[in-house]
């Protein structure tokens, strides 16, 4: 298997654009979640889906942010319009149901608005 | 709701000495998992060790171990016979029982392993 698929891996666009971050999970697997990570922050839950349905968008920083799960197979992560402080690295991560402490993770985007 | 925290932003050790790491988390739970990961620059997520609450004794894989204090929630990571490819972030992370709920992540800690 290829593992979680995450792209961009690195996304440079000016404050103000549209950004729309890709993620393919493992396949057969049922939880799909997004993280952020900054230095200041660590890494956090943004939001998590079950079977292509969110379940917890509570980690969601402000309506610019929307995420998408039209099937089992991908989701995206949208920022519009973009602020520079919105700078991360956006990692997506999948899991069998019951079995969420073996979390496989994609290899990241790096976000940077300018 | 649950939180992790860990104290020490960085960190370093001389290659060859021990370091520990360590994490403290806030849970009303009685099972849980505790994790660690380690991101080296690569960004890849790593887990380094994983313990289950209503375990005792304490994980260890190869030179990592930890320091499980389910009274005191407290969770340390130990690197043995430290390793210049163990320079990376670590972050502990905490998970309920019911293996539905998403990990939550402390801040982290930056280790550097000097020659």
């Known amino acids: 298997d290829a593992g979680v698929i995450q792209s961009p891996r690195h996304e440079v666009t000016e404050m103000g654009q549209e950004v729309t971050l890709r993620c393919k999970p493992i396949?057969?697997?049922?939880?799909l979640f997004w993280y952020r990570q900054t230095m200041m922050r660590g890494l956090e839950l943004l939001i998590y889906f079950n079977n292509n349905v969110p379940i917890d968008d509570s980690g969601m920083p402000e309506d610019r942010f929307s995420a998408k799960m039209p099937n089992a197979s991908f989701s995206t992560l949208k920022i519009q319009p973009s602020e520079p402080r919105d700078s991360a690295v956006y990692f997506c991560?999948?899991?069998?149901?019951?079995?969420?402490?073996?979390?496989?993770f994609g290899s990241g985007t790096q976000l940077s608005v300018l | 709701a649950q939180t992790v925290t860990q104290s020490q932003p960085e960190m370093s050790v001389q290659e060859a000495e021990t370091v520990t790491l360590s994490c403290t988390y806030d849970?009303?739970?009685?099972?849980?998992?505790l994790f660690w990961y380690k991101q080296p620059p690569s960004r890849q997520m790593i887990l380094v060790i994983r313990q289950e609450a209503y375990k005792q004794q304490n994980a260890t894989e190869n030179r990592f171990s930890v320091n499980f204090q389910k009274a005191a929630k407290s969770f340390s990571l130990k690197i043995s016979d430290s390793q210049l490819g163990d320079t990376a972030m670590y972050f502990c992370?905490?998970?309920?029982?019911?293996?539905?709920?998403?990990?939550?992540f402390g801040k982290g800690t930056r280790l550097s392993v000097i020659a």
């Open positions: 991560a999948s899991s069998l149901a019951g079995r969420n402490e073996k979390l496989f």
């Open positions: 849970t009303s739970e009685s099972n849980y998992y």
């Open positions: 992370a905490f998970m309920t029982g019911s293996g539905n709920t998403p990990l939550v």
């Open positions: 396949s057969g697997h049922d939880y």
